[in-house]
């Protein structure tokens, strides 16, 4: 498409000043299940939980263990406050995103390299921020969540393709209450309602600065944000296209506020791509792929108590950590039990 510009950032597209989101606490998600992508709960664990320099936390065999810290903790007192979380792994991404995927991996590489650099040069600050930009998800980090997850008895689920699509499935079935991601994608694949910053809420260091800002847990309600926007749900898909996705790049000098009016006015994508003087392309196949994604039915939401012996196996004895750490953690879930019998859950 003629004027087209990168894609950028590494979440989506941004629709922060268009969306409707309110503060809540995760205790307001008492005996209510959320799905959760996955990935991106494990990136940002991979990303914040390191030490001062930015190296992450390992084993005494050199494995990173940072993401297994952070599900064990997060979804303790998640479920101590009475939530109900399943966990959705994303399957093989659409041909489209290999464009974003690619320009990730660089992005990361390159951080790499400056963190080495600054760590060399004794630059703890600038080391830190450039650790959180080179987080990687391996195979063995993927399989050692899930494993762990299942020893926890919380539901794991395996998406067809992108997981924040199939958790957004899961709550517009009615099968869960809420999606969960920091993308706001959830919302294009047909969220009723999207949870951001339910697995790291909190005092949170700002990357690159020293300074620190209260990362608050909140709710989108999809239907809400829409009538705001006075647009449909396909509207919004099509405004997003403008702005550009993680499976398009936008046009240049269309922001998400420029491109609200443009739909508005025109009412659909190719109409206003024709005022623009633009063609589609295949846009068309970009917009298929928040509308008609792949899904799949084929998925069990039990949660189930802890299998201690497992947790303690795995973490204590495979992973190094120590007895006092993991059992705090196991405590959380059995008290949690009893929050999880409100009858609002679905």
Sequence with gaps: MAGCHNITGNMGVNLSDLVIAKDIEPRDLMGRSVAIDAYNAIYQFLSVIRQPDGTPLMDPRGR?????EGLLNRNANLVEMGV???YVFDGISPEKKEATIKERRERRESAKK???LAKAEGDVRKAYSKATQSSRITNEIVQSSRILLTHLGIPVIQAPEEGEAQAAYMCAKGDVWASASQDFDSLLFGTPRLVRNLTLSGRRKMPGRNEY???RTQLIDQEETLLNLGIDARQLVDLCLLVGTDFNPGVMGIGPKKALKLIKEHHDLSSALRALGLDEHDLDQVESIFLNFERTDDYRLRWEAPDHEKVREMLCGEYGFTEKRVASALEKF??????QRRLDMF
């Design 84 to 86: 109900l979380p399943a």
């Design 334 to 339: 059995s008290s949690g039990k009893k929050n």
């Design 114 to 116: 400056e963190w080495e």
């Design 213 to 215: 800002r209260e990362v």
């Design 64 to 68: 990173v263990t940072s993401h297994l």
